[in-house]
């Protein structure tokens, strides 16, 4: 598991007066983060000196002593010399894992902020909360806060063998565990026996939690378990899978390299736990 028992990013809303020590400033445009040629962050001096204007920004709180903002930036922006836009997930293994755990909140956070900046039921102008991470109507005076769409994502056991099955939109080759939207009404135990049985037919038992792990593509919290076989056989009969099978713990198929996702540590866990 990824967790270390250590909290190095603390959330805030606003920024101490006076501010300061160092800042970092996660600024995007779209969902493309403002990166230097090797990947990393760019000095903020250097984000000034390039005369960067920022449509909107969020204070976002500290990671150890440093203060985060997220900025938009408008759709033309064009990067200063010597740095690029990347999408998050390019930056896996360039950016530093805290700096890219703080710009997925960002990237969260800007987009939030972007689309609700006028009332979705009346179309009033709204307006941020001053204690919370929030946007309120003042005529409807529903507050909006940022969405969060949870997930699961789980490894089915049939012994020493896993089952695995592989998404249209993957790169040629490559397996991984199935995942799937917790649907409104449903627990994420539930979503589990109900998206496996949806994309293979496979009935699963004895679904245990895992893990979590923030997902900013675009704003899923991924619910990791573990799940036995319980009956059936495979049938690949939907949209979401193009092939699925059971591989043994010696016979593993191509998956994504790395372990910088929940997929793949529930991969890993399988793999040592079988393997003699």
Not at 139 to 155: D, F, N
């Amino acid at each position: 598991m990824k967790y270390q028992g250590r909290l190095l990013f603390a959330p805030a809303i606003k920024p101490p007066e006076p501010l300061e020590g160092s800042v970092w400033c996660f600024a995007f445009r779209g969902r493309e983060l403002l990166v230097k040629g090797d990947g990393d962050l760019p000095p903020l001096e250097e984000l000034d000196a390039a005369g960067l204007d920022s449509t909107r920004s969020q204070y976002l709180g500290t990671l150890g002593n440093v203060h985060c903002y997220s900025a938009e930036l408008p759709p033309d922006a064009q990067p200063p010399v010597g740095m690029r836009f990347r999408d998050l997930r390019t930056l896996f293994g360039s950016l530093d894992p805290d700096k890219h755990a703080v710009a997925g909140r960002a990237v969260q956070i800007v987009a939030w902020d972007r689309s609700h900046q006028h009332c979705g039921a009346c179309g009033e102008p709204t307006g941020a909360a001053e204690h919370e991470r929030s946007r309120a109507c003042p005529r409807c005076k529903e507050p909006m806060y940022p969405r969060l769409s949870p997930a699961m994502i789980v490894a089915v056991e049939r012994g020493d063998e896993v089952l695995l099955g592989r998404s249209s939109h993957f790169p040629p080759g490559i397996f991984s565990v199935l995942a799937g939207f917790v649907e409104p009404g449903e627990s994420a135990e539930e979503a589990v026996a109900r998206e496996v049985w949806e994309e293979t037919r496979i009935t699963v038992k004895d679904v245990r939690y895992f893990g979590s792990q923030p997902w900013p593509f675009p704003n899923s919290l991924m619910l990791g378990f573990t799940a036995q076989y319980e009956s059936g056989e495979i049938e690949v009969e939907n949209d979401e899978l193009e092939a699925a099978d059971w591989f043994h713990v010696d016979d593993m198929p191509t998956m994504f390299p790395g372990s910088i996702s929940i997929s793949q540590w529930l991969i890993q866990d399988f793999l040592e736990r079988h393997r003699k």
